[in-house]
């Protein structure tokens, strides 16, 4: 019994990668500038993890989710030290892995301390949790706009006369 629901939920994981909206910080309009090379780097890196975790390792979101949470925060807050130093360490490394532009050595931050990726590695488990609590509100909503609609259609055909 256990197969149709591994089969469910692994076609929905597949179909969020490309669905799922790209959780960011509401900054009120930043959230509207990000680089459309993230958006696909997202896409990428949602397929990444999506395999990982149908592979036993538990899902997460990814550093390209987490840098574009982060993008908008950056613009509209100042960033603490430690968050900063995030911030640079995936910028660095989604730069490097998708080749969109060099970073100085003066911005580069190649490794965090273990508090650090802590807080990296809790961000980015809140924004896979966020993506799929709106993925399961959407799908309520449908199911439950779905129910509304046959419900209507049943009263309409159904002769008065008659309850069934």
């Not at 807080?119 to 896979?128: E, F, P, T």
């Not at 309520?140 to 159904?158: D, F, G, S």
Request: net charge negative; charged share 30%; glycine share 6%.
């Amino acid at each position: 019994m256990n197969k149709p629901n591994t089969l469910e939920k692994g076609i929905s994981e597949i179909t969020g990668v490309f669905t799922d909206p790209i959780i960011v910080y509401p900054s009120g309009g930043w959230e509207d500038t990000l680089p459309d090379w993230i958006k696909s780097a997202i896409t990428i890196e949602r397929l990444i993890e999506c395999m990982k975790s149908n592979k036993g390792m538990e899902p997460t979101g990814s550093d390209a989710e987490a840098l574009a949470y982060m993008y908008p925060a950056s613009l509209a807050h100042p960033l603490d030290h430690d968050w900063t130093k995030i911030y640079l360490y995936l910028g660095y490394k989604e730069m490097a892995r998708h080749r969109q532009v060099e970073v100085t050595d003066d911005i580069k931050v190649e490794s965090l301390d273990d508090g650090q990726m802590r807080d990296l590695n809790r961000l980015k488990a809140w924004i896979y949790d966020q993506r799929i609590k709106v993925r399961l509100d959407k799908g309520r909503a449908e199911r439950r706009q779905n129910n509304e609609e046959a419900e209507e259609r049943r009263k309409a055909e159904q002769p008065a006369l008659f309850t069934f």
